[in-house]
């Protein structure tokens, strides 16, 4: 057999079956190599089965060799031990952002380099681009569908082995183009969520690993509002599940989670959106990833993303001596949440990324041991 000069990652969707068919468009040799990332729990909520059959079936449509690797065990140390550990410690982790750094561009980086091909290619909404010696990860074109906030833990050496066929195309060209060719994924449902927890209730799957412990539900003065199943099911900013029915002296509006502490097991509720809790100027990273391999300056100006499909939000960095960074708004921002990512961004390039720290918010700062902006 043939050694291919690119393995593709076929997922079973059709944003990959399309990255598939515009490589196969360019006359490249190329191949299809489906992870399975979550061991089946028999729980009927897996879609690695259903998946790996439309995969299956799209490399068949293009004639092209499909191979298969089961990356569960991998997944499970790589990502969801930390993945638990963060919710237990009350924190909001992105394993998606893991995911790529531990497993699509590391494990699977390494299976297709056993199979002889020099490069792989994603369904990713981003772009690769190379000047002045250096590798650069740039957003997607379809602004809504951009995934480098995902991808900001890539390297120069990963990115420089990786191709993003459709990372120029809006979704409706893909989906139109998919049609066209017949591609057997053409109609079918992003998926969307933690893909090892599919269609399934959030909090009944954490349940299972870890036990609820109940506790009481106070608004940021103290006053008892309710109770809740367990901290570490809930994150800042939240409406849904607090089942929180009229409270006297209180007008009818929504409740949100305004901040949690884990060690007296309370979750702290307030009323609005844009509660003045929520709220804050300045936050601590962890380490941060540069992809350039360092910052562009000691201080300097850029713009952030707190969150997935965030508006670009400016902002001033300051990298300190140990690589976190110190990172100020001039507006202040809702709902920043401790475990998730921060990626800075220079207009459409991705800088790099860092899981968040801290915050200025007024509840964190109560909790937390002090941190000095």
């Known amino acids: 057999m043939s050694r291919p000069g690119v393995v593709v990652g076929v997922s079973g969707g059709v944003d990959s079956s399309v990255a598939a068919l515009t490589l196969v468009q360019q006359g490249l040799d190329v191949a299809g190599l489906f992870m399975q990332n979550w061991a089946d729990d028999g729980s009927g909520h897996c879609r690695a089965e259903e998946d790996r059959r439309d995969a299956v079936a799209v490399c068949g449509r293009l004639g092209i060799p499909f191979h298969f690797r089961d990356f569960s065990d991998e997944y499970w140390k790589g990502v969801f031990e930390h993945f638990l550990a963060e919710y237990a410690a009350g ?37 690769v681009a190379q000047s002045a010696g250096r590798w650069r990860l740039l957003r997607g074109a379809d602004r809504g569908k951009d995934q480098s906030y995902f991808l900001h833990q890539l390297g120069q050496a990963q990115l420089s082995a ?9 979704k409706s060209e893909l989906r139109r183009i998919a049609r066209e060719a017949s591609l057997p994924t053409h109609a079918k449902k992003d998926s969307t ?9 959030f909090r009944e799957f954490l349940g299972q690993y870890l036990p609820a412990r109940e506790g009481e539900m106070h608004d ?3 006053q008892l509002i309710g109770r809740h199943p367990g ?4 994150t800042l900013g939240q409406r849904e599940g607090l089942n929180i029915g009229g409270v006297r002296g ?19 509720v307030d009323q609005g959106h844009d509660s003045p809790w929520l709220q804050s100027s300045w936050l601590r990273s962890e380490t941060m990833h540069w992809i ?7 201080r300097f100006e850029c713009t952030a993303q707190t969150r997935y499909r965030q508006p670009d939000e400016p902002c001033s960095v300051d990298v300190r001596d140990d690589g976190t960074l110190d990172v100020h708004f001039p507006r202040p921002q809702r709902a920043v949440t401790p475990g998730q990512s921060l990626v800075l961004y220079d207009g459409m390039e ?20 002090p941190v000095s902006p």
């Open 292 to 298: 350039a391999g360092a910052p562009p300056a000691r």
């Open 250 to 268: 209180r007008p009818a509006a929504p409740w949100f989670v305004v901040g949690k502490d884990v060690a007296s097991n309370i979750l702290y």
């Open 91 to 127: 924190r909001t982790p992105n394993p998606d952002v893991l995911c790529n750094r531990e497993v699509k561009f590391k494990h699977f980086l390494d299976a297709a380099r056993e199979l002889g091909a020099e490069r792989i290619a994603t369904g990713h909404y981003a772009q």
């Open 231 to 234: 901290v570490f099911y809930f």
């Open 350 to 369: 991705c800088l790099g990324g860092a899981v968040i720290a801290a915050t200025d918010a007024p509840l964190e700062r109560r909790f937390r041991a």
């Open 220 to 222: 940021p003065d103290g």
């Open 162 to 170: 990786t191709l993003f066929p459709i990372g120029h195309m809006e």
């Open 193 to 201: 969520g933690i893909c090892f927890i599919g269609e399934r209730d």
